[in-house]
């Protein structure tokens, strides 16, 4: 079993996108462990990438986890892309191959 602990803000919770806009309800009554906020996804871009500095920094595996259908529906991925050309000199680590592996069991 390969357990990924989510260590920064998810998109779905913390992006507007589609239904979830400043106003909505949906974003009026959540609350998760990264707070209750939604962001603009520049915003979130940021909070990711001060999140992962301080996870590096302590020596800890940062795990992005984002929704493509979110990404698009914001901003048809440019805060993603912007997101990845901030990390790309970074080392990082695909699930494919550990999710491949427990497809085969």
Sequence with gaps: MTVVPVNTPPDHEHVYHAFRTPESEAVEQFEG?????????????????????VLQDDSRVATVLAHPACLWLTDEFDGFESL????????????SKSARRIAEV
């Design 33 to 53: 462990p990264f707070g209750g906020e939604s962001v603009f996804v520049e915003e979130w871009v940021e909070c990711v990438l001060d999140r992962i500095e």
């Design 84 to 95: 990845l050309s901030a990390i790309a000199d970074r080392q990082s680590r695909t699930m």
